[in-house]
């Protein structure tokens, strides 16, 4: 389908879970793809058919089940790279999520054994974030700067949910080596204005990474127009298998960066007082790799791509629009983020007064088949900027209608007499 709307019916019944009853004869509405996606049947069968038939390790075996499954393994990173538009499949490296993909980069920074100018780091060098990412792109750059001496910056958030830019000349500086930022955002929905963030480390001469797990399952993305120089995402968002992530890296840095992890096929030569190493993407894939959930992130590919993105994004909208609408008619519901469609994506996070969000949570489900995400959302120093202590999230993806919106609406109403 490349038209820009759906026949959102026709889609649902690709995924099976959607049409089970939960306990007490409940319907699932599954307002969760934030967190982890539902897959299709095409993703569920090309796993199990890839397991049952052609299964073997790639790479090293010289048989037919060997060819095969390499064959299948290598056209899953053809696929990926071709959605995502990336100038060679090479530098699309698969990982094991997306926190591995981020962890990969800032391991790559003021590494000994990395005499590149743009990764050596210590002190009085720079690496700035935001007070917006989730602690997959937290955690790894305080590592970093905790074992080089290098010191950690960050933009902050605006009141309304927007990266705030007003000082982004005396955040980024000549002494930043790398910014690393989420596309968007997953508590706030807001996409970043990621051009001027760009425009400015390219001035001083900074590198910048992304996180992608919460745009490339919902927008088309191009790394050539993106201008990125490093890209991480997640398959379990995107349809596809948990268990398997990608970075994307521009090919002279990814062949100027060490090795994360050492192992088989990430090598040249092993002699017992030094190696050398393979050619990207290889070197980056130490091990057995993600085989099956590889070729099932393929096979999520195709299903997305047929579908079409921008259909994907244009029915989001509509959705976003109608929920943005649909929760002003909540008494006390505070919305933390974007209150309009400009710059945000098909994610809601909202906190109602004098009630904690996990009892929200636990009522939806239990009463309604409701399914949220509460809590902080790996993201607490975001909840800490705005204080409070958690919030309830809905997240919309292709396979949602307004009528499972009007439900939560009716779901919200209901634990506000629970508590009233």
């Known amino acids: 389908m490349t038209s820009t709307s759906l026949d959102v019916e026709r889609i649902r019944k690709d995924f099976p879970v959607l049409s089970r009853e939960l306990p007490g004869g409940r319907p699932l509405v599954y307002l969760d793809s934030g967190n982890s996606s539902q897959k299709p049947t095409a993703v569920v069968e090309t796993v199990r058919e890839h397991l049952a038939m052609h299964y073997s390790n790639v790479g090293r075996a010289m048989h037919a089940l060997g ?7 290598e056209s899953a990173r053809d696929k990926v790279a071709e959605f995502i538009g990336a100038p060679s499949r090479d530098e699309v490296i698969f990982t094991k999520n997306a926190s591995e993909a981020l962890n990969l980069v800032a391991y790559s920074f003021g590494n000994p054994g990395n005499t590149d100018p743009r990764f050596t780091l210590g002190p009085g060098d ?31 958030v605006t009141d309304d949910g927007r990266l705030d830019i007003a000082d982004i000349s005396g955040l980024i500086t ?17 996409i970043n204005p990621v051009a001027d963030v760009l425009r400015r480390a390219r001035e001083v001469g900074a590198l910048v990474m992304l996180d992608a797990s919460q745009s490339v399952p919902h927008h088309a993305v191009d790394m050539a127009a993106l201008g990125a120089d490093f890209v991480a995402f997640t398959g379990h968002k995107m ?17 100027a960066m060490p090795p994360f992890m050492g192992g088989g096929e990430m ?30 992130l393929g096979a999520a590919v195709d299903y997305l791509t047929g579908v079409g993105m921008e259909a994907i994004e244009a029915h989001e909208r509509g959705l976003t ?24 994506g098909a994610t809601l996070s909202f906190t109602l007064d004098g009630i904690h969000p ?19 959302h790996c993201a607490r120093p975001l909840h800490l900027r705005f204080g409070i202590p958690a919030t309830t999230r809905a997240s919309f993806y292709l396979y949602n209608t307004t009528d499972e919106i009007d439900a939560l609406v009716r779901g919200l109403h209901h634990v506000q007499k629970v508590f009233a």
């Open 67 to 73: 060819a095969e499954s390499t064959e299948a393994y």
């Open 174 to 190: 000549e002494r930043t080596k790398i910014v690393s930022i989420a596309h968007q955002s997953n508590v706030l929905g807001t």
């Open 267 to 296: 090598i040249e030569a092993v002699w017992m007082d030094h190696s050398t190493y393979a050619p990207v993407p290889h070197k980056f894939e130490a091990g057995t790799p993600p085989i099956v959930e590889a070729i099932g």
């Open 358 to 376: 996990h009892d929200v949570g636990q009522l939806l489900d239990d009463e309604f088949g409701i399914a949220v995400r509460v809590g902080h």
């Open 239 to 255: 349809v596809g298998p948990s268990g398997i992530g990608v970075l994307w890296g521009r090919a002279e840095l990814l062949d």
């Open 126 to 156: 720079e690496v700035v974030i935001s007070e917006m990412e989730h602690h997959s792109n937290i955690v790894p750059w305080q590592f970093l700067v905790q074992r080089t001496g290098a010191t950690l910056k960050w933009f902050g």
């Open 321 to 344: 629009a109608y929920a943005l609408d649909a929760l002003r008619e909540v008494p006390t519901l505070r919305l933390i983020g974007p209150d309009s469609l400009d710059q945000r």
